[in-house]
């Protein structure tokens, strides 16, 4: 004899495993339109954030959004400093805890977290600048590293010029470089052993 309705002897579990850590929401919720109440305008692309989530991950924006400031009624707030891939990855980076840009663009990032005093992201960054380091942009990240005081980037880059001088000293952006950087630059090589006879 059968049941009706149709009856088994296993367990039947219908739950779905849709449920997402806050992370995975905070990172969902970057740059959407739906939930957003603040838009950055850069380079005339707009980037759709949340206030408290500034607010709580970024000292720069908790002063920003102060009552006293003027930014704090805008709704959207016109960023000029800086390019749109770097605005977009540190505010995701905000969302996200991580960065993804090209070393070049991160060049730009180091410069805006040094900017708001961000020293988490200037480490990404320089981890980032030193995995794309070559000889054609070793000068030109060594002059970066030196303008933002990212002292172990300066160390790295110096030790890459160092170990490709030759190369380094054929490039353009070596014979391009600042005069006090370049002389600087001579010495401390020299320094290290770089021109005996």
Known sequence: ??????????????????????????????????????????????????????KIRCEHFRT????????????????????????HAFLEYLYTDSVNLPPEDAIGLLD???????NKVKKLCQEIIKRGITVENAFLLLSAAVRYDAKDLEQFCFKFCMNHLTAITNTDAFWQMDGVLLKEFIGK???????RN
């Open 1 to 54: 004899c059968f049941a009706s309705p149709a009856v088994t002897w296993r367990l039947l579990s219908i739950e779905q495993d849709d449920h997402l850590t806050v992370a995975q929401s905070l990172h969902k919720e970057f740059d959407s339109l739906e939930t957003s109440d603040l838009k950055f305008c850069v380079e005339g692309k707009f980037i759709h954030v949340h206030k408290a989530v500034l």
């Open 64 to 87: 920003m959004f102060q009552s006293y400031w003027s930014e704090d009624e805008k709704e959207v707030i016109e960023i000029d400093q800086f390019s749109y891939p770097v605005y």
């Open 112 to 118: 805006l977290a040094t900017s708001y005093c961000e």
């Open 189 to 195: 090589a020299s320094k290290c052993g770089a021109f």
